[in-house]
């Protein structure tokens, strides 16, 4: 029998061992080399574009020579004003595509012995360069669609006779919300965020392609689909496939997008729910590349992200 992909060395390219091994320098180098590889990693002024500066290597930093303005290699990427280390931020990085479930940041924060508030929000400087390889993202083929809903749990009661029916939308906490998936057959996956099911099908509009086969359940706000697409649909409560129509590869998101919530990250505030269901849609459509070129394409997706308007100064607000 063939052997795992996962249990393969193909799938073992770069380790925490090589990242410490290395030194601060080549760390830094290969910053430079992500940020400006259209230049073999020699600076590009971000201001007036001119390619040449001096350098104040002492500082790290750069002087353009055309309008002056300083700069250095993070200068204007997510990454912008870091105080960690290089080498750090790549450990970081390296540690972060390493957990298949996701990564807590105290995990982090005590593996790479910095504060939980800049762990976290390292973590989700980095969810925001993944979602940056989904922006205008358009699905074809077969493309399998399902919600899944998530959050807004209420505690029962002790007692038996005072507890109420969870069922009932009255007792509900109105904080629950709607994952919705939307995933090539062998293909990419692009996540969105909901009330309810039904509520999805403009944004089914704006990302799948009218040429596109949707697989989706029985569930009646999938009606709407019929009217623009090719539609397939599977009737879960009978069977979970119907004649090559199926959302397997939507529920196998889901069953990653649970575990990362009940065994990392235990409870996902509301507001950032969308940055974990994009997070666990990169980690679905990139489970089969080795974890070397992950952490590549997670750093070189970073130098290409803007300065982030949510998690730059978060704590200083
Ligand atoms: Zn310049």
Redesign the pocket.
Known sequence: MAQHFLLSTKARTLSLKQVFRMSEDEAYGLFCDMRWHENDGEPI?P??G?SEAYHISTRRKFK?V??H?QFSVTSGTIFASRKMSFGDLLAAIVIFVNGAKGIAALQLSRDLDCQYKTAFVLTHKLREAMAQEQKGRELTGIVEIDGCYLGGYVKPENKKEDRKDLRLSVNRSGKRQCVVIMRERGGKSLPFIVRHEGDAVPYVRGHVGTLATIHADEGTGWDALHAGWDTRRVNHSVQFMDKGACTNQAESYFSRLRRMESGTHHHIAGPYLFAYAGECSWREDNRRVDNGSQAMMVADAAMGTPVSRTWKGYWQR
């Open positions: 002024c201001r007036c001119c353009c055309a309008c303005h």
